[in-house]
Every structure is written in C-alpha cells, then in structure tokens.
C-alpha cells in the first residue's frame, strides 16, 4: 500500500513554477527545486517525475493561470477594451516584478522551444492562441464599429502578438514605465487608423 503525501503538490507546484520562472530551465538544479519545494528529491520525482516533466507540469500550471486566465477575462470585456486591458495587465505585472522574471512563455520561447520539439509545440500553440484573441476583438470591434478597419485583421492581430513578446523581453532589462507604455501607446493606436 502506497504511503498518502506528506506535502501539498499545489504548494510544491507553485513553488517549482517561481523557480523555473526566475531561473529558467537550465538555470534550475534539482538542488534548487529541493531548496525552493522543501520536498525531498525521491519525493519529487515519486510526484512529477524527472526535471523535464516538472517543469513540463509548472509551464502548464503557469499557461492556465496566467495566459488562459487572462484571455478569459479580457475576452469577455467589449473588443476594444479587451485588447487595451489586456496590455495595461502585462505593463503593470511587467513594472511590478522585482526581478524581472519576465513571463514564463517567452521564457520558454526562447530557452527551450528551439532545442525541444514538445515545448515548441507547445509554445506554438499558446501563442497562436494569443493570435487569436487578439483577431478575435479586432473582427467583433469591426464589426461593432469600435476598430477601425484600415489593415487586414491577421496583419493587425500579428502585429499585437509581436509587440506582445517584444514589450515582455524588453521588460526583464528596462522595465521602465515610460518605455512600456511608448511602446504600447503606438500599436493600439492602429485600431484607430482610418
């Protein structure tokens, strides 16, 4: 008979996404998923399996919790506001993060997805996502007269997404308001152009 948990895979799980997100992928040892968990390295592995598969479980945890959730309820605000509500939320969490952690899919963009064909694929898909959204509010601001219809909605869409990662790698070494915002400022200003 199997022994229960002496640990809340929650808590474990949330302490394990803060430290792949500070440190990244490589930048983690095990030691320090010990040290961050307060789990024993036999019980992490009994739990979540090997390095790979726990940061494969925090990625996913960190996707649903912030990405997911962010599209969620933005989605449901009127198209125009959305997507400006939308970036004001990645412009605060960029200026409130003290260690300029970034956000854990650009992270991932960039330091597994090219050498890893499974997070690439996932990277993809949660961009393509974000895509999405994005071309989502701006066909239904069309359409309510709210978005101005001056470039096709996928060039505008894709536009939205670039600023998107550009704004969040920039942040980790200038997090700085006045850039943030200029950058922002500008591609928003595209839903206006007649």
């Not at 490589?26 to 961050?36: A, C, K, P």
């Not at 996913?60 to 506001?81: F, K, N, Q, W």
């Not at 260690?99 to 330091?111: D, Q």
């Not at 997805?113 to 997070?119: G, K, Q, S, V």
């Amino acid at each position: 008979m199997a022994r229960p948990r002496e640990f809340d895979e929650a808590a474990v799980l949330a302490a394990a996404v803060g430290c792949f997100w500070a440190r990244g992928y490589e930048g983690t040892s095990v030691r320090d998923l010990i040290e961050q968990t307060g789990v024993t390295g036999a019980s992490l592995y009994n739990a979540f399996g090997d390095k790979r598969a726990l940061y494969q479980k925090a990625l996913d945890h960190y996707l649903d919790e912030s990405v997911a959730t962010r599209i969620r309820r933005c989605g449901a605000m009127p198209p125009r506001e959305a997507i400006h509500a939308f970036f004001a939320e990645i412009v605060a969490r960029s200026l409130g993060d003290p260690e300029c952690k970034g956000c854990m899919l650009v992270n991932a963009a960039l330091e597994v997805a090219p050498h890893d064909p499974e997070f690439r694929h996932v990277v993809t898909q949660v961009l393509v996502e974000i895509e999405t959204f994005f071309r989502r509010c701006i066909e239904k601001g069309r359409a309510d007269g709210t978005i101005a219809a001056s470039q096709p909605a996928d060039d505008l869409a894709r536009h939205l997404l670039g600023m998107l990662v550009g704004l969040r790698v920039l942040a980790r070494v200038r997090p700085e308001r006045e850039l943030l915002e200029g950058m922002v400022r500008p591609a928003l200003a595209q839903l206006d152009r007649q």
